[in-house]
């Protein structure tokens, strides 16, 4: 089954709790504390990967969850969290639903994207000691997990993609110039998918990709539509399968203008792809007919190559492979190098106040939000902590400007305070 588009559910690990203990020894009465950091929590790794073909697998599996870190014991630090690569098709774009906006397009085999970062370990009571507070009894909550609802949506990656109006033979194309077995009939739409193969020529080979078949209104969605030319988009080189003889009598030109009418629709980018065209079954008619086609078509102001073929039997596929191969090395010597992007941590800080309809000051940002989910906030101790941290970054004067006093509630994430006046 070839899946072209699902949503997943991403949740990496979260991270250990830190622990808040003292150093005990013999004859050492007053040991001071030693609490270890939690374990962190695994991230998820997207990696792309030539050997998967569709996103068939998110559809029996639509929620991942890497492992936890566990949590620090005594002066034992807790262990890391596994990270979970998942493979996914070269091609893959990764949209995040909650944000509407694309995070990540894994176009090159190998390239890694870590979508859900894992939680940091709480840090022990070790790290809490200063001048004032020499013996902290209070230690961090692991941070937690990170959930991010995406789209995960695939476009073909081949270097040349077949088009053309259904039943034009292209189907009948790719099993003559490759290994590959599509589903081949002689009534139209038999391609319901793509389909991809391997096409050898000397010692050189390309990926060529059999499309959906194009009908009129394909650039507004109608029929296959959209789902046949986001694929087209990452293709460097196009093959205009034109059918010579169409059984329903139409004009081969005019079926011809009809696909190009739909791909500059489409994308101007797209329509300014490179391109061939292929004249097919060239031996339903006589001597001399492929000549007087392609004197029809230069008439018609059609400047693209044109092969005579007959994928059927097999006549000038051959002469057409060698064409489409230096098509294709023409095409990626203009096209600018692709450039794996290395993608780094970063680190948001960004943070605001509003306040909501019922009156509630409420504080955004996820630095903040992180803060507070790794107080222990039955601990007197740690909350203080958390007052004076919150106040060295300025959001309780924030809340002051605010409207802020005694008895009005503040929300952080999913906590909710009452205003006091420390």
């Known amino acids: 089954m070839f899946l072209d588009e699902t949503n997943v559910l991403f949740e990496s690990g979260q991270g250990g709790n830190g622990a808040a203990s003292f150093h005990r020894e013999k004859h050492v009465p007053r040991g001071g504390p030693n609490g270890a950091d939690g374990g962190r929590g695994g991230d998820i790794i997207l990696i792309a990967d030539r050997g998967k073909r569709t996103l068939y697998d998110f559809q029996l599996l639509d929620h991942y969850k890497a492992e936890n870190g566990t949590n620090a014991y005594l002066n034992k630090r807790g262990r890391d969290g596994k990270d979970l690569e998942i493979h996914v098709p070269v091609g893959t774009i990764v949209t995040d639903l909650d944000l509407e906006e694309v995070i990540a397009d894994l176009h090159t085999d190998g390239m890694a994207f870590v979508v859900s970062k894992g939680g940091k370990g709480g840090r022990g009571n070790l790290h809490f000691t200063n001048s004032v507070r020499q013996a902290p009894t209070f230690a961090q909550i692991g941070a937690p997990a990170e959930i991010i609802n995406a789209k995960l949506e695939l476009k073909l990656l081949a270097d040349v993609g077949l088009i053309g109006l259904p039943n034009a033979g292209k189907s009948t194309l790719l099993s003559q110039l490759s290994a590959a077995k599509p589903k081949i009939a002689d009534y139209p739409f038999t391609t319901l ?230």
Do not use: C
């Not at 329903?248 to 061939?276: M, V």
């Not at 006589?286 to 190559?305: M, Q």
């Not at 958390?386 to 959001?395: A, C, S, T």
């Not at 004067?397 to 006046?421: K, P």
């Open 193 to 422: 998918v793509p389909n991809l193969g391997v096409v050898r020529v000397s010692n050189e080979t390309f990926v060529m990709a059999d499309l959906p078949g194009l009908i009129e209104g394909a650039s507004e969605g109608i029929g296959l539509g959209h789902q046949f030319l986001k694929h087209a988009e990452r293709n460097k080189v196009l093959l205009h399968v034109v059918d010579s003889f169409p059984v329903d009598g139409s004009d081969p030109i005019e079926n011809f203008k009809l696909i190009e009418a739909e791909l500059q629709k489409y994308s101007e980018e797209l329509f300014a792809r490179p391109r061939l065209i292929a004249l097919n079954k060239l031996d339903l008619g006589g001597t001399g007919d492929d000549e007087v086609l392609i004197e029809f078509f230069r008439e018609a102001g059609v400047n693209f190559p044109i092969f005579p073929i007959s994928a059927a039997a097999a006549k000038g596929t051959e002469a057409l492979a060698f064409a489409l191969l230096e098509i294709i090395r023409e095409a990626e010597a203009t096209s600018p190098p692709v450039i794996v992007p290395i993608f780094k941590e970063t680190r948001d800080d960004a943070w605001d106040v509003e306040v909501d309809e019922r009156g509630t000051l409420v504080v955004t940002g996820k630095r903040i939000v992180r803060l507070v989910s790794m107080t222990d906030l039955d601990n007197s101790e740690a909350v203080r902590y958390l007052h004076r941290k919150l106040k060295r970054i300025g959001v309780i004067d924030r809340l002051v400007e605010m409207g802020a006093e005694e008895g009005v509630d503040v929300r952080i994430g999913s906590w909710e305070f009452t205003y006091a006046d420390w």
